[in-house]
């Protein structure tokens, strides 16, 4: 299944004309293997996938497929022995699948979402496990000292997007694009990413798309 209203294969028809081979995209909160998954689609075109994922589920369901992931939270600093919030959801269907923990698990779960979690508390599991948490600097510099640039960041991690934002040095790496999971479509989201050069392209809720200025489309 691909990701949530095809936000993979619009970003690659947009910016890379179906490109296969070469093209490097990294994921933080690579959640299963295929069911709304970012990079599935991206893999299949033979790009170089960085995947970060500390939910050991799912880190387990990509290793029996034979793909690389780093079991990492990721955020704006490095810490081990740091709390995770595994939610499984129960008997949950989304976009025509069953989610699992999908929603929700995260370092911490946030206000707003801590809401929505209460409303479903009768359908919902909370299993707190220990993880290491990593800056994105820090993952990319250990295990992929070989990428100077990125094509694509995809960030899903239910309400720290912009703790991951905090912890990667956009300036270095220079993606050309940038999925980033916005569920209640905070300002400071766009905030961040127009600091740093970037903009605002499209948003296909719950995902905001955002391009470098320097090859931002023109507006209409």
């Known amino acids: 299944m691909a990701a949530e209203h095809d936000v993979d294969k619009l970003v690659q028809a947009s910016f890379f004309n179906g490109a296969k ?9 690579a959640a299963r293997p295929s ?11 033979g790009w170089t996938i960085i995947a970060v994922e500390p939910n050991p589920v799912f880190c387990e369901e990509h ?21 995770f919030y595994i939610v499984k959801s129960i008997d949950a269907v989304y976009m025509g699948g069953d989610v699992s923990y999908e929603s929700w698990s995260s370092l911490g779960i946030r206000d707003r979402y801590a809401e929505v979690v209460k409303t479903v508390e009768d359908k919902t ?5 220990r993880v290491k948490l990593r800056t994105l600097d820090t993952i990319m510099r250990e295990h992929a000292p070989e990428i100077s640039k990125i094509d694509v960041l995809a960030i899903d991690v239910e309400g720290w997007e912009v703790e991951v934002l905090k912890g990667f040095s956009l300036d270095r790496y220079r993606p050309k694009v940038a999925i980033i999971e916005n569920l209640f479509l905070d300002g400071a989201y766009e905030e961040h990413m127009k600091r740093n050069g970037y903009e605002l392209w499209q948003t296909h809720h719950p995902n905001q798309i955002y391009v470098r200025t320097d090859i931002a489309p023109a507006r209409s």
């Open 21 to 29: 081979e070469g093209g490097v995209l990294v994921e933080v909160g």
């Open 125 to 129: 599991e909370i299993e707190p496990v």
């Open 63 to 83: 290793r029996k497929l034979g793909h690389e992931i780093l079991q990492y939270a990721c955020g704006d600093h490095d810490e081990d022995e740091v709390v």
């Open 35 to 45: 069911y709304l998954s970012i990079s599935e689609s991206f893999r299949s075109l």
